[in-house]
């Protein structure tokens, strides 16, 4: 069933993107900023950047079940199929609104778009609608928590002036993000031997976080694991902090081949990395 709308998205005229986008704009922003999970089986896919066969694989993978998925943002820029790989999404999320949870990476903003791709796909294939899609970003939500299985589940990382991650609820819903927790809970990343909170590589408002103020956060929110994506590993991912943090990459075939991974995570409680299959 997945290709068969695969195939479908595959053909879609401006009028029809316009329709999607008017369809799914509203079931977003029906979400809050911090989704709560399910108890169901989930499956958190990491980074695809335009790489659909990949997500068309871990879908197939799992759409027979009761699976719900949990989409950790960057779905657009530097693939080739960035518009379809985004398509089918929303296509999906306006059709099973309960089985796909789309988180927004640091990619869905307009000012990234323009660097580095998305936005001159948009006006290549479709024309002036960069602007549709910018306003369905401003609503995808920022994080999601399994209370049950004490996940957290984020693009980046942990931000420096976030404590309670109830207060995310509270975060506004903004097509260029400019709120300092929002930019850092799509920008931050993980660092061993850091201590703290310090400047990262990619600039601006971006921070690097340590073991300590990681432990900090999950004591004080009662987790007991978190998943994010934003950095290429070549394995498809990357354990920081003993394990308590789980850095995924889900595209296949990124600058080169990439084995690319899923992780499963089951009703009890049982956990597996998950080999994308394309």
Request: aromatic residues 12%; contains cysteine; hydrophobic residues 40%.
């Amino acid at each position: 069933m997945i290709r068969k709308i695969a195939q479908s998205v595959e053909t879609y005229s401006s009028e029809d993107v316009i329709q999607l986008l008017d369809r799914v704009l509203p079931i977003l922003k029906n979400e809050s900023r911090l989704i709560k999970l399910p108890t169901s089986p989930l499956v958190f896919v990491g980074d695809t950047h335009g790489d659909w066969e990949a997500t068309q694989g871990i879908l197939d993978q799992f759409w027979h079940s009761t699976t719900v998925f949990v989409f950790l943002g960057d779905y657009v820029d530097r693939g080739s199929y960035q518009i379809e790989n985004l398509n089918l999404l929303y296509e999906l999320k306006r059709r099973y609104p309960k089985r796909l949870v789309l988180l927004r990476g640091n990619h869905e903003s307009p000012t990234v778009n323009r660097q580095y791709g998305f936005y001159d796909a948009v006006q290549r294939t479709f024309g002036e609608l960069s602007e549709q899609y910018w306003a369905t970003f401003a609503h995808l939500p920022l994080a999601s928590v399994s209370p049950h299985l004490r996940i957290f589940a984020v693009h980046g990382g942990i931000p420096e002036q976030l404590k309670s991650i109830d207060e995310i609820n509270e975060l506004p819903r903004e097509v260029e993000i400019e709120h300092p927790v929002a930019f850092q809970l799509l920008w931050n990343d993980p660092q061993e031997a850091l201590k703290g909170f310090a400047p990262s590589f990619r600039g601006g408002r971006a921070r690097n976080f340590g073991q300590d103020v990681t432990n900090d956060f999950m004591a004080r929110n009662n987790l007991d694991l978190i998943i994010r994506a934003h950095e290429v590993f070549p394995h498809g991912f990357h354990e920081f902090f003993d394990g308590r943090v789980l850095s995924l990459f889900s595209c296949c075939n990124y600058r080169g081949p990439i084995d690319g991974k899923a992780f499963y995570v089951g009703a009890t409680g049982n956990r597996e990395l998950i080999p994308i299959k394309i």
